[in-house]
């Protein structure tokens, strides 16, 4: 076509995609490094079913099919664009085996034509979706039409360069136009084309030609500067996403040596994050599927995981030159302000944004490209709380209980126990051997309604015949309201006292009623030296229930909505177990929520949220509390009771039942459920 009109838009085009990738590199390793080349098998395979297979898109039907079919078009397409970039040099460049009289080439032109035509009707969904359906998750503005306009445009070119070259052939052959099978949408570009002159026609033919080969260039350097960076970056962020199990936050190492050397605790400045965690910024769609299931935004509180994301995505590259310009070292912004790049909070990240987040993982689980965002959030709580000691004053309450008396509301250790007034509950002190480890909690020890929780699990074991045994009085709270308050140094005090005394122990086995005590205890505790089997009372009474050794009897006739725990679910995907324990009990109906399994909502209690008062809702947001919203969704199924395994869920389940003036519908645990149906319980 024209060898040096070609050779000057590849190159002038690639050294300009080659200079901002560059930029970005240097941003995205100024930070700490992290290790993220480990189980190459692993990380394959989730590649492939997150990244090429698009498992996490398939929950929006018309969204994801047009996504899925606009990614395979692209991947296909690709060795078109090749194909037609050689034929600036060579007219008759092929890549040496897709000529269309070879075989191969007879495959990949019918694909490349289907899939031009799949793609364009891809554009056509999204065009619908940012033009007339206009859904607010979705970032306003024209970046997003002009990208679906050169998406459209490159395919149509595309069809019509086959189309003016299959009239072409034919004229100079002295043919009619004719179908061609192995150009099928060429050939219809063909018939449109049939009739105009062969100006006109070459005219057609180098639009077609130089339209495609151009735009792809185009497309190429809108990358680095548009949320479309992910077409560059989602593949390597599914890649490099965490292999840790979902409730374990990074441990902070050295923890005491770092306050005794005065640096810098939790994430403080952008300069700080890990090259992965800038890569989560360069990465996001801007889809806004995680705000949309933040039950914090839902209820009108200001944080938005996307805006969030954005807005230190922004800052980054509003302060590139500092940052990179000093090689890391931060220099004055230039905005005049105190000498130095801004602290994250709050002069990028209101304080609000952050306590607003009950760390549920709905935003996580949501996410298509993997992006974390809990990480973060503790990570800036945690400078607040251990380095300028700025926290919702309601949480020194909680910080000083677990401190002093080993659980969040101060009541004397020596009360820990007291819930088995009537039992016989064996002490882990008089039965060091036992095989079952009861790990009460601290809500199910002290709070009223939460401890018939721990009577019915205990006559549950007991008639199970289960060998158990309790801490009592040397049980600790796990801290996990204090690590994810971001209060670290708090929690690593109580891990490494509650992992001296279960090694003292070594237990064979763990159970737990409460959520959170199992996630801190499973996922978290190894890294002090604590690992054991740990089992939520959800799949150990399922699995009882299935041996025989729990028979229920009662019936129970009833209607029961179930809720999901955020950390039994989500965290563990522990959505069966609770569900078959309930099936199990005769007469009992289980209703599930629309909102259910890994999107059934928060009750509001996690990320601490359950010891202070929730964050007031942004200007013009109605400010509904979490657990009310949660306890609406519930109510709709219209259940007689609801049923959870969660002695925080009950609690916020509780209080959003006597909200909506709801008291007659009772909110029970699935083990105080399964006593009523195994046996008598004990008053």
């Given at each position: 076509m024209n060898p040096v009109l070609m050779t000057v838009l590849l190159t002038g085009a690639w050294g300009l995609f080659g200079w901002q990738i560059l930029r970005r590199w240097r941003l995205m390793t100024l930070g700490p490094n992290?290790?993220?080349?480990?189980?190459?098998?692993?990380?394959?395979?989730?590649?492939?079913?997150?990244?090429?297979?698009?498992?996490?898109?398939?929950r929006y039907w018309w969204a994801g099919i047009a996504h899925q079919v606009i990614f395979t078009g692209f991947v296909v397409l690709l060795l078109r664009t090749l194909v037609l970039w050689g034929r600036g040099y060579s007219e008759g460049f092929d890549l040496?085996?897709?000529?269309?009289?070879?075989?191969?080439?007879?495959?990949?032109?019918?694909?490349?034509?289907?899939?031009?035509?799949?793609?364009?009707?891809?554009?056509?969904?999204?065009?619908?979706?940012?033009?007339?359906?206009k859904p607010a998750r979705l970032s306003k503005g024209f970046e997003g039409i002009l990208i679906l306009i050169i998406i459209a445009v490159m395919m149509l070119a595309d069809i019509t360069y086959d189309g003016a070259n299959i009239?072409?052939?034919?004229?100079?052959?002295?043919?009619?136009?004719?179908?061609?099978?192995?150009?099928?949408?060429?050939?219809?570009?063909?018939?449109?084309?049939?009739?105009?002159?062969?100006?006109?026609?070459?005219?057609?033919?180098?639009?077609?030609?130089?339209?495609?080969?151009?735009?792809?260039?185009?497309?190429?350097?809108?990358?680095?500067?548009?949320?479309?960076?992910?077409?560059?970056?989602?593949?390597?962020?599914?890649?490099?996403?965490?292999?840790?199990?979902?409730?374990?936050?990074?441990?902070?190492?050295?923890?005491?040596?770092?306050?005794?050397?005065?640096?810098?605790?939790?994430?403080?400045?952008?300069?700080?994050?890990?090259?992965?965690?800038?890569?989560?910024?360069?990465?996001?769609?801007?889809?806004?599927?995680?705000?949309?299931?933040?039950?914090?935004?839902?209820?009108?509180?200001?944080?938005?995981?996307?805006?969030?994301?954005?807005?230190?995505?922004?800052?980054?590259?509003?302060?590139?030159?500092?940052?990179?310009?000093?090689?890391g070292k931060a220099q004055p912004d230039t905005n005049g302000g105190n000498g130095s790049l801004a602290d994250l909070v709050p002069d990028v990240i209101k304080p609000e944004v952050l306590w607003a987040c009950t760390t549920c993982g709905a935003c996580e689980t949501e996410c298509p490209v993997f992006i974390t965002y809990v990480d973060k959030i503790v990570d800036m709580r945690r400078n607040l709380v251990m380095e300028k000691s700025e926290f919702p004053a309601e949480l020194q309450n909680a910080f000083r209980g677990m401190e002093t008396n080993s659980n969040p509301?101060?009541?004397?250790?020596?009360?820990?126990?007291?819930?088995?007034?009537?039992?016989?509950?064996?002490?882990?002190?008089?039965?060091?051997?036992?095989?079952?480890?009861?790990?009460?909690?601290?809500?199910?020890?002290?709070?009223?309604?939460?401890?018939?929780?721990?009577?019915a699990m205990a006559q549950l074991l007991?008639?199970?015949?289960?060998?158990?045994?309790?801490?009592?009085?040397?049980?600790?709270?796990?801290?996990?309201?204090?690590?994810?308050?971001?209060?670290?140094?708090?929690?690593?005090?109580?891990?490494?006292?509650?992992?001296?005394?279960?090694?003292?122990?070594?237990?064979?086995?763990i159970v737990t009623t409460c959520p959170h005590c199992f996630n801190t205890l499973a996922n978290e505790y190894p890294d002090f030296g604590a690992k054991f089997k740990v089992v939520h009372h959800s799949e150990f009474l399922s699995q009882l229930v299935a041996q025989g050794k729990l028979k229920p009897k009662n019936r129970i006739d009833a209607k029961v909505a179930y809720h999901d725990s955020c950390y039994l679910g989500r965290y563990n995907e522990i959505y069966e177990p609770p569900r078959q324990t309930l099936r199990a009990i005769p007469g009992l109906t289980v209703l599930e929520p629309a909102a259910t399994r890994d999107r059934g909502m928060c009750c509001g209690a996690g990320g601490a949220q359950m010891f202070k008062e929730e964050e007031h809702a942004r200007e013009g947001a109605t400010g509904e509390r979490v657990n009310e919203k949660r306890t609406d969704q519930l109510l709709e199924t219209n259940p007689d009771m609801v049923a959870s395994s969660c002695p925080f869920c009950q609690r916020m389940l509780i209080d959003g039942l006597a909200g909506r003036g709801r008291e007659s519908v009772k909110e029970l645990d699935i083990a105080e459920l399964l006593w009523q149906s195994v046996g008598d319980p004990v008053a």
């Open positions: 992290e290790n993220r080349f480990d189980q190459i098998g692993e990380r394959v395979k989730r590649t492939w079913q997150y990244a090429f297979a698009q498992k996490r898109m398939r040496w085996v897709l000529g269309i009289d070879q075989p191969l080439g007879k495959i990949y032109s019918v694909l490349k034509d289907i899939f031009a035509v799949l793609v364009i009707a891809g554009t056509l969904v999204f065009f619908y979706y940012r033009l007339v359906a009239v072409r052939h034919a004229r100079a052959e002295g043919a009619a136009v004719e179908f061609q099978p192995v150009e099928p949408a060429g050939s219809v570009a063909a018939f449109a084309l049939s009739g105009t002159g062969d100006n006109a026609l070459n005219i057609f033919r180098h639009i077609g030609f130089w339209t495609h080969g151009t735009l792809v260039l185009l497309f190429l350097n809108l990358l680095p500067i548009s949320k479309h960076f992910h077409v560059v970056t989602g593949i390597p962020n599914v890649y490099f996403q965490s292999l840790a199990p979902r409730g374990r936050l990074p441990n902070v190492p050295d923890i005491e040596g770092m306050l005794e050397r005065e640096e810098t605790l939790g994430l403080k400045r952008i300069e700080q994050l890990p090259w992965k965690a800038v890569m989560d910024l360069y990465t996001c769609t801007e889809c806004g599927r995680c705000t949309d299931q933040c039950p914090a935004n839902i209820t009108g509180k200001l944080l938005s995981p996307k805006q969030l994301t954005l807005d230190l995505r922004d800052y980054l590259y509003k302060n590139e030159k500092s940052l990179v310009g000093t090689k509301w101060s009541f004397p250790a020596s009360d820990r126990a007291a819930w088995t007034e009537g039992l016989d509950v064996p002490r882990m002190a008089e039965k060091p051997d036992t095989d079952v480890l009861f790990w009460v909690g601290c809500s199910a020890s002290f709070d009223d309604r939460a401890r018939r929780i721990a009577r007991t008639t199970a015949g289960v060998n158990y045994a309790i801490l009592a009085e040397e049980e600790c709270c796990t801290g996990d309201p204090a690590r994810r308050a971001g209060n670290e140094f708090l929690f690593q005090m109580m891990a490494q006292t509650n992992a001296e005394i279960l090694n003292n122990y070594k237990p064979k086995t």
